[in-house]
């Protein structure tokens, strides 16, 4: 390398020089370079997006890239995923680079990336029911920390513990742990995702329910092709999801035989590359996040459930009896209706051209908590907590039998009669041996952490949990 005289006024000569002192290597210096020149043409900020396809969808530029993970992120932007992932110190030791600038470029660069993500999918993709949207929608609303909407009313058990008529504020004991409901997983917004909130749409209110004609922009959309009978479901079903059987006396409809004969056989269609696990798991999940179910009822009034009509020539047409025996299907069956927290009119916020719906023409209640916090396991109300049990020589175990089984329901816990004989679980609706696989999993899971953080806290009893 040419060296020029350090009297010269080229200052080349203290980098080069600096690197042999630290005993760095000058190569790694000069590798440095090209990524902090893209540092400097990078354009980090950017408006946040007005309109729903102008969002940020973890895409940036390749200066971008560069600056904040090097080759390696510029050649992921090739890709579908976030761009964010390939940035230095982003993922396990080995993303990591050996100049600590470098991984502070990059997870900070991930957090603005997750920002920008986080602001405009709340602004397009998610919208509350719960009274927070108008203020949201209005200026200031991507900043706004605390929402009234949010707050524990008056009356609730907890009310004084979070401040009570003043700023309210999850402190001490509601924040070591779970709480029961989901209250204070956001310390300043506590009814935040608790049970009994209102579902949140992930379209615009204006869009739900296209067949109530209040949105003409949705009505025009939808033509009255969709709603939750049209088209009909059961038509739908048969037509696509009947499977013609060799042996119809052997499949019973898919019942099995009596006694549970081995000579059962049904001719499915098998897909070889899903794991029936899978589908057992997102029910396991959706346990956990939400349900409108009154321990495992909806409302006491039933409603039809299709069999009514199907396209002919791309026209509705009426199901002749004859039809519907031809089709399978059953014109008599009904199913309870879902409960419906408030179906009035939905009042409006602006004016005009802007003037929008504060909330959905239909909302309903989750009976369940919207965390993530094993609520399927441990409850999400008074009610669901008495089918949990707990070991009652270990209170922080949960009971399980000698072979090291959930117990099942007892006559005396809050249950309806098709639940007898199942495990005792806190959500213990539309059980299968899939739901409970899982949740003898995750009771075993439970007391194996139990018995590890006795043996960390034995041996280090004066460390922080």
Request: hydrophobic share 35%; with cysteine; net charge neutral.
């Amino acid at each position: 390398m040419e060296m020029t005289s350090p009297n010269s006024g080229d200052r080349r000569w203290f980098l080069p020089v600096l690197c042999v002192a630290l005993s760095i290597g000058c190569g790694r210096v000069f590798d440095n370079l090209p990524d902090l020149a893209s540092c400097g043409t990078e354009l980090d900020a950017r408006p946040f997006a007005q309109a729903r396809d102008q969002r940020f969808l973890g895409k940036v530029t390749e200066a971008t890239a560069r600056c904040r993970g090097g080759t390696g992120a510029v050649t992921g932007r090739d890709v579908p995923w976030t761009d964010w992932q390939n940035y230095w110190g982003t993922g396990d030791e080995s993303s990591k680079a050996w100049w600590a600038t470098k991984n502070l470029r990059g997870v900070n660069g991930a957090l603005v990336d997750l920002e920008y993500e986080r602001v405009e999918l709340i602004r397009f993709n998610l919208f509350d029911n719960s009274g927070t949207y108008p203020a949201y929608a209005g200026s200031g609303g991507p900043v706004t920390k605390t929402w009234p909407a949010m707050r524990l009313p008056l009356g609730h058990p907890n009310f004084r513990d979070v401040g009570g008529s003043g700023e309210q504020l999850c402190t001490g004991q509601l924040i070591r742990a779970r709480t029961l409901t989901g209250i204070c997983n956001d310390i300043r917004n506590p009814l935040m995702g608790s049970s009994g909130m209102l579902f949140a749409r992930n379209v615009e209110f204006e869009s739900t329910f296209p067949e109530l004609g209040i949105d003409s922009i949705a009505r025009n959309r939808h033509g009255g092709r969709t709603s939750l009978l049209t088209p009909d479901p059961q038509v739908i079903s048969r037509k696509l999801f009947t499977r013609a059987q060799s042996d119809s006396a052997a499949c019973n409809d898919g019942f099995g035989q009596p006694d549970f004969g081995t000579a059962a056989n049904c001719d499915y269609q098998k897909a070889p590359f899903f794991n029936v696990l899978a589908a057992f798991w997102i029910q396991f999940m959706t346990h956990d996040w939400f349900s409108h179910l009154v321990e495992g009822k909806n409302h006491a009034t039933y409603m039809a459930v299709g069999c009514a009509s199907q396209k002919v020539s791309n026209v509705d047409q009426p199901l002749s009896p004859a039809d519907a025996v031809k089709l399978g299907c059953r014109p008599n069956d009904r199913i309870d209706r879902s409960f419906v927290a408030d179906s009035s009119a939905p009042p409006t916020f602006g004016e005009g051209a802007n003037g929008r719906l504060a909330r959905a023409p239909r909302v309903f209640r989750n009976t369940n908590t919207a965390w993530w916090d094993a609520s399927q396991l441990y409850g999400f109300d008074e009610r669901s907590r008495q089918r949990v049990k707990r070991d009652p020589a270990d209170r922080a175990r949960l009971l399980l039998d000698a072979k090291g089984f959930l117990p099942t329901l007892a006559p005396n816990d809050p249950m309806l009669p098709d639940w007898a004989g199942q495990e005792a679980a806190a959500f213990p609706d539309n059980w299968s041996i899939g739901l409970s696989f899982y949740h003898n999993v995750f009771a075993r899971e439970h007391n194996q952490f139990v018995d590890e953080f006795r043996i960390r806290q034995a041996a280090t009893p004066d460390a922080d949990c």
